[in-house]
């Protein structure tokens, strides 16, 4: 596999090798590729809970536990109204 990298990643790599901290462009590229998989890892979980929160959301307005859009939002600009009173 041939990969073009651009000057100013190569640069990274060059400065990341020259810090000490890796000894190659290998080791550098490894440890991008793993850290862009626990993050691609962890967005995953994240949308999984949020699909679960959504489910239980979706089940508490069928239940007629919500509260309708007009007084959240009401809830909302009150507590930025609060923050900002609070802030000057």
């Given at each position: 596999m041939t990969?073009?990298?651009k000057p100013e990643h190569e640069q990274l790599i060059k400065a990341q090798i020259a810090s000490g901290r890796f000894t190659n462009a290998d080791e550098?590229?490894?440890?991008?590729?793993r850290l862009l998989e626990k993050l691609n890892d962890e967005y995953?979980?994240?949308?999984?809970e949020t699909r679960q929160k959504v489910d239980v959301a979706i089940a508490e307005l069928d239940r007629g536990e919500g509260l309708d859009g007009?007084?959240?939002v009401i809830q909302i600009l009150e507590r930025f109204q609060k923050a900002r009173e609070a802030a000057e």
């Open positions: 990969i073009n990298i550098v590229i490894d440890t991008a590729l995953m979980q994240w949308v999984e007009e007084t959240v």
